[in-house]
């Protein structure tokens, strides 16, 4: 399809201990999709997203996007796909003891030369950029506050921030709301759906909770033991369709097998 951002084409992804991490795995996602990826512990979930940005190289199959392959990619092209994608991790990954500022800034890091980004050289163009980028996930007033003393849902929108200064295409968050509580959670799957709707940024996000899913999705895409099991735009899905998802017979004995 040409007019998918992400193809993934059969793809399978053997870890060097032998362990599947995906299997046979056929996906393709529009530009501006919002997309929910469901599944157990060890399913699959976080390699998929990492394969997506070449954090993991994949063992076969091919991964489009923009329809060109990344598999080969090396140097500025990798480079420029990593701008191209945002992360965001359970953990945040901020440099707690820096200003927010800072982290959000850091996120411009793929748009400078070496030397400029270990001076911390930042423009006052991408310093007006990280205000604006702030005040996305409302939180501008926060700029000279250290990290390490904003709540786990603050950090987890700094986070987004610092993403958003890439102009990412795509953002792929990896249980992004694992670590907050009911409120929070609510706050950052609200920025993530917000920045898909008003900026087009296609939004790939591994969820555990199915209701949440179900709430902010576009199309849920399951996966149990690194195989794609189920993939239906959200106006299909059926209240038990989740079973095959979640039941509780071993995953993981198929996996090694
Ligand atoms: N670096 C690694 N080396 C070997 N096996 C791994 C590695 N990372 C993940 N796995 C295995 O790959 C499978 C899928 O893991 P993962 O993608 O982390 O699942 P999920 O994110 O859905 O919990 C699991 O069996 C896991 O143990
Ligand atoms: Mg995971």
């Given at each position: 399809m040409t007019t998918s951002i992400i193809s993934i084409q059969d793809v399978s992804k053997i870890y060097a201990n032998g362990t599947i991490g995906l299997s046979h795995i056929n996906l393709d996602i529009a530009a501006g999709e919002f997309v929910v990826i469901v599944g157990l512990s060890g399913a699959g979930k976080s390699t998929l997203l990492r394969t997506i940005n070449r954090m993991h190289s994949i063992s076969s199959g091919d991964i489009l996007i923009n329809g060109q392959s990344i598999r080969h990619y090396q140097g500025q092209k990798l480079r420029v796909l990593r701008r191209n994608i945002g992360m965001i991790f359970q953990n945040f990954n901020l440099v707690e003891h820096s200003t927010v500022q800072r982290n959000v800034l850091s996120g411009r890091i793929g748009y400078y030369s070496t030397w400029r980004s270990i001076l911390n050289f930042f423009s006052k163009a991408d310093k007006q950029k990280a205000v604006q980028a702030l005040q996305r996930v409302n939180l501008a007033e926060k700029l000279y506050t250290r990290a390490d003393q904003l709540s786990g849902g603050q950090q987890q929108r700094v986070a987004i921030a610092r993403a958003l200064m890439q102009n990412p295409q795509i953002i792929l968050a990896d249980e992004p709301i694992a670590s907050l509580d009911p409120l929070t959670t609510t706050a950052v799957m609200n920025d993530l759906k917000r920045l898909n709707q008003e900026l087009g940024i296609t939004v790939l996000v591994n969820l555990h909770s199915v209701p949440i899913a179900q709430k902010f999705a576009d199309r849920i895409v399951g996966l149990r033991a690194g195989k794609l099991v189920y993939d239906k735009p959200i106006e299909q899905v059926?209240?038990?369709?989740?079973q095959q998802i979640y039941e509780s017979t071993p995953a993981s004995s198929e996996v090694r097998a």
């Open positions: 059926q209240a038990d369709d989740f």
